[in-house]
């Protein structure tokens, strides 16, 4: 990996550079993804029939055919629970307890209070009645990402939970199936890709419109559902996984060598970066990296990730350390040091931070409860993770009393006058008690 030096007087140009991602700006991909999007908006189930034949090498004769109704452990996804093993089946279901425990939480209710003349101002909390999640099912099967997209919303109240995942040559992952039924999905749809995600979001004659769609994909599922963004909500237009590691050179080299390999082991476009004050221990991982990589079984792709886009940062002190951090604004930040509360402190921008030198990245991927549907690309500096909170909306209430709509009156009449806008005063103004114009 290359290695940075905040001491460079281009390191600050240098890290940008580093960092960036541009890859949803590819017109080719766009072209094809408009061009499904309007496919399946006018031709609705016959365009995403034929999108799925030919991409998944399927030979349905109508939607029916890739659809499962009951997702309950009595219906058909019964026989998948039989299939995972009772170890893979224990964690699922310990993995999707906790992922519950931490989302109750985070419950938005509603509040009101009520003012000295009798107006009451509040906030009514309402979940969405129906959510699409979408879960990959192409290069690798993402169990872990129908627990974590699925869960919150139905803590939230969700009404209608509808999956899609693509099911090449009719082929379903056991663990995938197993994991709908412990999260409890309402239904699924065997189709992928743009098709999909425009399949839920302008609805067909079979697949129901959804008010958010959420859950990871490739290049064309990211384009479409910021394409379709608008026409129905979305969780976030993700970017490849990112992980930074801030080390003071006391953790076991091998340990920090794994947990970058974690990340670049998603695909070539994963980034994983060190940053450390102590360049003799940069030495000493990127030896760990070297001795350790020959083992994995994903090593091409995890040499690609860090070849490409991954860094030792060599810092002055922990403190710019902080500074490089907040920069970055990672999906995930390690603080792998003695005391990470006092960094966390500093810790301003990150889709979740991980203290400790103990606690590994992974566990936040599978089990430790929190989200790991994170903001990537820098979108930490704006956005949150996924959680209860994307699938409640919030409505204001205002309930006047008379005595509150004559006061409020005067002053609305004040600011609509000074706008230009006459209904809105004179609207204001019917409302005005005669003893106090």
Request: with cysteine.
């Amino acid at each position: 990996m290359r290695t940075l030096d905040s001491r460079d007087a281009e390191f600050w140009q240098q890290l940008e550079t580093l960092i960036r991602w541009d890859s949803l700006s590819d017109t080719e991909v766009s072209g094809v993804v408009d061009e499904i999007i309007r496919r399946v908006r006018s031709q609705g189930d016959a365009a995403v029939l034929e999108y799925t034949n030919r991409f998944d090498r399927r030979h349905a004769d109508s939607i029916d055919d890739l659809l499962i109704e009951d997702c309950t452990a009595t219906g058909p996804l019964a026989r998948y629970l039989d299939q995972v093993s009772a170890q893979q089946r224990q964690a699922l279901e310990l993995a999707a307890e906790r992922i519950r425990a931490y989302a109750e939480h985070q419950k938005l209710e509603s509040w009101s209070f009520t003012e000295a003349d009798g107006t009451v101002l509040g906030q009514q909390v309402t979940p969405l009645d129906r959510v699409g999640v979408y879960v990959p099912g192409g290069k690798a099967a993402y169990p872990s990402s129908v627990l974590m997209n699925t869960i919150p919303a139905r803590v939230a109240g969700v009404g209608e939970i509808v999956m899609v995942v693509p099911a090449p040559g009719g082929e379903l992952n056991p663990l995938v199936m197993a994991a709908a039924v412990i999260a409890g999905v309402d239904r699924i749809f065997q189709i992928g890709g743009a098709q999909a995600v425009a399949a839920l979001a302008y609805g067909t004659a079979s697949i129901p419109r959804v008010d958010k769609i959420v859950g990871p994909g490739n290049i064309y599922v990211a384009t479409a559902k910021k394409a379709v963004f608008g026409a129905t909500g979305i969780d976030m237009v993700a970017g490849p996984s990112e992980i930074l590691i801030l080390c003071d050179g006391q953790t076991d080299p091998d340990w920090i060598a794994m947990d970058l390999f974690s990340q670049a082991e998603h695909d070539e476009d994963a980034q994983a970066i060190l940053v450390s004050d102590d360049g003799d221990y940069l030495d000493r991982v990127n030896s760990s990296i070297d001795k350790l990589l020959p083992q994995m079984e994903r090593a091409e792709i995890i040499r690609a990730s860090l070849s490409a886009r991954g860094a030792f940062v060599l810092v002055q002190d922990m403190q710019q350390a902080v500074e490089v951090a907040n920069f970055i604004a990672p999906e995930h930040l390690e603080l792998s040091v003695a005391d990470p509360q006092a960094l966390l402190a500093g810790i301003k921008h990150a889709g979740a931070v991980f203290l400790g030198r103990h606690t590994a990245e992974a566990l936040g991927d599978y089990c430790a409860g929190p989200n790991h549907v994170l903001p990537t690309s820098q979108t930490a500096r704006f956005s949150s993770p996924l959680g209860v909170y994307d699938f409640q909306k919030r409505t204001s209430l205002i309930h006047c009393s008379a005595a509150g709509a004559s006061t409020l009156g005067q002053t609305a009449s004040v600011l609509a006058h000074g706008e230009g806008f006459t209904a809105h005063a004179r609207s204001a103004e019917n409302r005005i008690k005669a003893d106090a114009q």
